[in-house]
Nanobody, 127 residues
Framework: VQLQAYGGGLVQTGGSLRLSCAAS????????VGWFRQAPGKEREFVAF?????????YAEYADSVKGRFTIFRDKNTVYLQMNSLKPEDTAVYYC????????????????????WGRGTQVTVSS
């Protein structure tokens, strides 16, 4: 499975962007998929997670810093991160990651839990 993240760009404070994580070489429909970000001089941090919970239902989880502003969702073999009300502190390189195992609890927040990673896409929010 190969992942490609795209959709980043430059946006003003309060603006919106939609990031996409497209998978190729296999289906990630039943994988757990996470978005992470890394700002200059900072460690990589968890942003959001989505997993399949049966039927047409998916489970989503968010970092406190993005709750109510970001939405993670999936359609076929692509996972999206809709980012609204962007702030300068959201500026970072955003990465998507996927794993075929069922990830529980804090494992979802750890980059080491994921087998597949895409290249990052830069998001810059100007003040």
């Amino acid at each position: 499975v190969q992942l490609q993240a795209y959709g980043g760009g430059l946006v003003q404070t309060g603006g919106s962007l939609r990031l996409s994580c497209a998978a190729s070489g296999g289906s990630i429909n039943f994988y757990g998929v996470g978005w992470f970000r890394q700002a200059p001089g900072k460690e990589r941090e968890f942003v959001a997670f989505v997993s399949w919970s049966g039927g047409d239902n998916y489970y989503a989880e968010y970092a406190d810093s993005v709750k109510g502003r970001f939405t993670i969702f999936r359609d076929k073999n692509t996972v999206y991160l809709q980012m609204n009300s962007l702030k300068p502190e959201d500026t970072a390189v955003y990465y998507c990651a996927a794993d075929p195992r069922t990830l529980y609890g804090s494992a979802r927040y750890l980059g080491n839990s994921y087998e597949y990673w895409g290249r990052g896409t830069q998001v810059t929010v100007s003040s």
